[in-house]
């Protein structure tokens, strides 16, 4: 073995963490972009202490359950604590993180070397979504919906009719 090589078994499975509040087609983008490289793909669902949620934990893997409907080889969870944990305790060996810009990089790497030192045997990997998901945000999605502008395209449908239902304001679409 090389130095600096860690033995390990191949990676299958990843996790694909966030809180998706709410899902949107970037996330979607992604894990189609991770089901190309892992056999298995689990979509992770934090609370989100930090932020806060427009939607429960419930609500998220509702709505993220009935998106990702008909995805082979995708499993929808939600974990609590340090995602390595939640990692180990899924079987997984990969943790997939997206990048949009190069703003998202300083954060998602220190992250990652977080991750990296916890548990060495995690990989992390970036992938980046499609050109058109680029400035997406759940953030952005939730303020567009709050005052009334059009989200369709940026959502699965689900999701956009939820963001109905919550703000009222919301518009239909031209």
């Not at 409907?69 to 995602?83: A, D, H, N, Q, Y």
């Amino acid at each position: 073995m090389k130095t600096g090589m860690v033995n390990r078994k191949k990676v299958n499975r990843a996790v694909l963490p966030g809180t998706y509040d709410p899902l949107t087609n970037g996330h979607l983008d992604l894990l189609l972009r991770g089901l190309g490289i892992f056999d298995e793909v689990i979509i992770a669902v934090a609370p989100s202490h930090k932020k806060k949620p427009v939607f429960t934990i419930v609500e998220r893997l509702e709505l993220i359950k009935e998106a990702v409907k008909g995805i082979k080889r995708t499993r929808v969870e939600s974990f609590e604590g340090l995602l390595v944990d939640y990692v180990h305790k899924a079987e997984a060996g990969a943790i997939i993180r997206g990048l949009r810009a190069v703003s998202d990089f300083e954060y998602e790497f220190q992250m990652a070397l977080m991750n990296r030192s916890l548990d060495s045997h995690v990989e992390t990997v970036f992938l980046m979504p499609s050109a058109e998901y680029t400035f997406l945000t759940s953030s952005v999605i939730k303020e567009v919906a709050l005052f009334g502008g059009c989200v369709k395209g940026l959502v699965p449908a689900n999701v956009e009719a939820a963001l109905k239902r919550k703000f009222k304001t919301f518009k239909n679409c031209k």
